[in-house]
């Protein structure tokens, strides 16, 4: 069964610095990959996804991930954290087969940006 | 373009009352549809998909129900609430190519049940 851990339900950066959230799956074949934002009371909006060719994929709001199947990790970047970043980010995998699009999500992660 | 509306945004109900949520989605036929739970500082559950009308798949036993009585409509139900129903709910859809669609999420319904 697939499933998917992101290390650190909280992580605190300062405004400016480089932005790591870690995510790592298991399946037994290459899933498809996807990382979301959420804004407090608010619906996820899609950050960016992996499924095929180009392992670094680019996403909205200067975010970017690296699919690596070696390490079996989809981790999310940002060089330089703003406030605006301030969220709640959850990584989230999807079969490379079937039509049902069902995403198993992880736990997710906090982000505070502090001034 | 696409867009899903969901409401109400917020409701507060009694223990044992009904509930109806409900989501709309304009500009794409034939989605797949999707109810997903989020319990305070939790990740979010799948409830129910659906792929298409009165097509209705459960992930979980539990005290709610969903129909979709029109393509691009999903209703989350409830004869009686319980406490434990508390959350705040998310409505989503994808396209038909499905396991490489991304999901496209409602603004959620923030339900507590006192």
């Known amino acids: 069964a697939q499933s998917v851990t992101q290390l650190g339900s909280h992580v605190s950066v300062s405004e400016g610095a480089l932005v790591l959230l870690r995510c790592n799956y298991s399946?037994?074949?290459?899933?498809?990959l996807f990382w979301y934002v959420q804004y407090p009371n608010q619906g996820l909006q899609l950050l960016l996804k992996?499924?095929?060719?180009?392992?670094l994929v680019k996403g909205i709001n200067g975010f970017e991930a690296e699919f690596k199947k070696s390490e079996t990790s989809f981790h999310l970047t940002k060089p330089s954290a703003h406030m605006s970043d301030a969220a709640e980010y959850f990584c989230?995998?999807?079969?490379?087969?079937?039509?049902?699009?069902?995403?198993?999500f992880g736990q997710g992660t906090t982000l505070q940006v502090k001034p | 373009s696409q867009t899903i509306h969901q409401w109400p945004a917020t409701l507060v109900q009694p223990v044992g009352s009904p509930l109806s949520l409900e989501c709309t989605v304009e500009?794409?036929?034939?989605?797949?549809l999707y109810w997903y739970r989020q319990a305070a500082g939790r990740g979010l559950q799948l409830l129910f998909y659906?792929?298409?009308?009165?097509?209705i798949s459960s992930e979980v036993p539990q005290n709610l129900s969903a129909s979709r009585p029109q393509d691009r409509q999903f209703i989350l139900s409830s004869k009686k609430l319980l406490l434990s129903d508390s959350g705040f709910y998310l409505c989503?859809?994808?396209?038909?190519?499905?396991?490489?669609?991304?999901?496209?999420f409602g603004n959620g319904t923030r339900l507590t049940v006192t």
């Open positions: 989503a859809w994808s396209g038909g190519q499905g396991y490489n669609s991304p999901l496209h």
């Open positions: 399946s037994s074949v290459p899933p498809y």
């Open positions: 992996y499924t095929t060719g180009a392992t």
């Open positions: 989230a995998v999807s079969p490379p087969s079937g039509n049902t699009g069902k995403l198993i």
């Open positions: 500009g794409t036929s034939n989605p797949n």
């Open positions: 659906s792929v298409g009308i009165g097509q």
